[in-house]
């Protein structure tokens, strides 16, 4: 069953304890904080107190390039974040805004770290991230960023998330959504639940390296033409 709440309705569910709203730049400081919180290991694996402006990196660069930014809010607080992507490759602006975002990432943590640190933050995310790309299905839509308040994990709202996702990507005659996970760092079988299959797997060399364990980078899809509603 997909979500009851749409972005398209922007509607507050009346009563409803948590409802789904757009993303705001104002949000930004919450989801990165909900991000340090709900990922322990990475974030205190990261040297000299730079787990926010990683986790704002891949933030800001996911925001850049999605096209639904959705958060769940509970009261008036955020709870959770998706980001998403409902079309294809990036254009050419697109890829240049996304280097800005990472160059600027390299400049803050290379005024807070030895050359030796940054130098390894750097070779490592950017060998992850050509795997990454060497490893990535050939997808129309892409989950690029989701998190859930540690405190409100286990009450739906991950799924309500991605259920809006995957009904906004549908109607934007999306094939395939691809998704980008690690083992141990992240909950790979949420994806499952969802009928995303796994379609490559690898070692995720930050994650090993930051997370002080052999990460693996686990990529996902769901073909939405295999799976009709
Ligand atoms: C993954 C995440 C977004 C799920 O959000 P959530 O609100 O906790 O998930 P839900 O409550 O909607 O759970 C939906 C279903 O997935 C299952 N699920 C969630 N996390 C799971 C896990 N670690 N292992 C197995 N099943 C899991 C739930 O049991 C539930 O199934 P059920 O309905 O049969 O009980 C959240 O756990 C999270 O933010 N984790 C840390 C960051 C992360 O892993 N992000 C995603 C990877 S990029």
Not at 36 to 59: C, K
Request: hydrophobic share 35%; with cysteine; glycine share 8%.
């Amino acid at each position: 069953m997909v979500g009851a709440v749409t972005v398209e309705d922007r509607t507050r569910e009346e009563g409803s304890a948590v409802y789904i709203r757009p993303y705001l730049p104002s949000d930004r400081d919450r989801c990165v904080t909900m991000s340090v919180e709900a990922w322990p290991r990475m974030s205190s694996g990261l040297p000299g107190r730079t787990a926010s402006d990683f986790w704002g990196m891949l933030l800001d660069i996911a925001n850049d390039y999605s096209d639904v930014r959705e958060v769940a809010c509970a009261s008036t607080s955020v709870v959770g974040v998706l980001l998403g992507r409902r079309r294809g490759s990036l254009s050419t602006r697109e890829s240049i805004s996304q280097v800005r975002i990472f160059l600027s990432f390299l400049r803050s943590i290379s005024r807070k770290l030895p050359l030796r640190t940054s130098t390894s933050m750097f070779c490592t995310l950017l060998l992850t991230e050509v795997k990454i790309m060497f490893n990535s299905p050939r997808s129309d839509g892409e989950v690029a960023f989701l998190v859930v308040d540690p405190r409100y994990q286990g009450r739906g709202i991950g799924l309500r998330l991605l259920d809006n996702f995957i009904t906004q990507a549908r109607s934007s005659d999306v094939h395939m959504i691809s998704v980008y996970t690690t083992d141990p760092g992240c909950n790979w079988r949420f994806y499952e639940k969802r009928g995303f299959r796994r379609v490559a797997q690898f070692e995720d060399d930050f994650g090993t390296r930051f997370e002080g364990e052999r990460s693996s980078g686990l990529m996902y899809a769901l073909d939405l033409l295999e799976r009709p509603l």
